[in-house]
């Protein structure tokens, strides 16, 4: 049997030459149902494109860049998972790109970056996707992006998103505690140049006072997104005269040290100490109890993030326009061992 | 002040203008010290390239490829870091290519992948680092590669790798356990397409029959490289008669759901069971109690496999001839809280 050419993947698919000719190279400005009935011809047939050849028709490789800085594993594996999906649906490649969000060369170095590696577009992850300077000089740059960052409404503020309500997820955690009796509920901030941070803090106190709660700041410490800044926070909670019965962590990395601190203090969780994460990263199911939280999609956050840009690219190689608003996405309370009924009333000073 | 050129960078890095040229377009026959020289200038001089321009001149972009299929985010990011940092320093970019390593068709995949995405060279991970048929597929399509493989000592079978001793960082576990006072040590496999399982299931039977311990099948029980096989296997193991007093997870997500297991069925860790793990993940820190593991510098593994590979598409560009012999590296005991002194004899049936 002699092998498949380009014309019978051409017939096959009922497309163009040309068409085949795009799909194969990855080039953006073809349509994914088109992209796929092509790509099912080519397996049908068994086409197989001489790949040296088709280097040298094509000269451009399309990649997006995936930019963050969290030291998170669990989220960044998740946000590359999402964009992935999306970039191989789409014939994509993706390069990563782990920077230092507070670096004064930011936007020279993703600049540099895109021109470089000749990337179609960048997804940019928080905080980056939060500092107006960088995504002004990105737009400046003409350098496609898009944003994930966290917001209770599209923010209409001219730059293409996606956007997560933290606050409403936070008031969920901080209500199921309250309505399990515990009134001196500790809270570990994340980041403070993460919005999330801030929005999840204001859950947090709008719960409190919904329910008639005052505000005690000596319950509240800061910190960043990590195990060690839970554990440190804990411990000073627990040292306090009046100690929470209850502790909410920012993200499940601080949880994770909140659980760890009570632990080395010989405190039962949940019996003696209740404990709230954000996220549902896989530790959330996998510590011992496993921790109530916030499910956060992140990898289908980064998906739809990635799947806007790409769809928003192959718009402005078609000449159409692009896009119109954003998606908004809300993460939703997960109950699970970590968080009990308050067995007595809270010891007072 | 007028804008620096690109012959003032030349004049100040004492090189041809066709060296800073190569620089700023990433080619990859440039010499590390050469490129920091030139870099040193950019930045002194507070040069920039025009992007544009610059697109228009070169048509090749130069990435890497990270090739991997792996359940473990926190191996993941530390072999992408690695990898990344190695790019960094030769002005590579990176793209991740997770897969299935069960694919039938990975090699055209791959052979694909490098095409489309015109990329200079791929690190492969285990498994597919150590599927010969895959192997030679990639060399006889002329890709450029290095694997990560586990291996006692350098394979020399023609491919270039660097290699994780594995089996001798198992016994050094599994005598730790021995001088515990344990003999009833439960042993958890990773998954059998990955060579490491093998090897760290060898050193901890050779490290039993050194100390004279007869092997009991009914401890040794299969598994993948998953928390959900840990705390599977655990569970049956504790439920033996004659259960075993310490337990060998073949990673850090085995011993994770050991510990999760032992948490579930009310055993004290390690005063009624000892637990070890491999890898040294920060899951192996952040658990209560921390993980006895072995220290796998996967991060620096990463690094010099990406810089080997680098080092030689800079030889091949160069004409130079590669670099002969595999470097090797081997993972060290690291005792924390999760293994003690037997308390008691075991129990006898």
Redesign the interface.
Known sequence: MRSATIKDVAEQAGVSLKTVSRVI??EPSVHARTREKVQRAIEALDY??D??A??LRS?R?Y?VGLVYDNPN??Y??SM??GV?AACRKS?Y????H?CDSTSPRLA?EL????????LAGLVLAPPMSEQPELIRKLAA?KIPFMRVISARQDPQDGYPCVYVDDRDAAYAITEHLIQLGHTRIGFLWGGRDHRSSPERYQGYEDALKDYGIALDRKLILPGDYS?DDGFRGARKLLALKDRPTAIFGSNDEIA??V??AA??SGLSVPWELSIAGFEDS??SK???PALTTARQATEEIARHAAQRLIGNLQRAANGEPLEEGNEGFSPELVVRGSTAPLRSAPAKR
Chains 1, 2 share one sequence.
């Open positions: 190279n990855n197989r494109p790949p040296s088709r280097s000269t490789a990649a594993p669990h960044i594996i590359q998972s992935l014939g490649g993706l390069q990563i782990p020279e600049v540099a970056l895109v021109g470089n590696a000749r740059a195990f994770a040290g659980l760890a632990h080395s896989p530790f996998q510590s011992w």
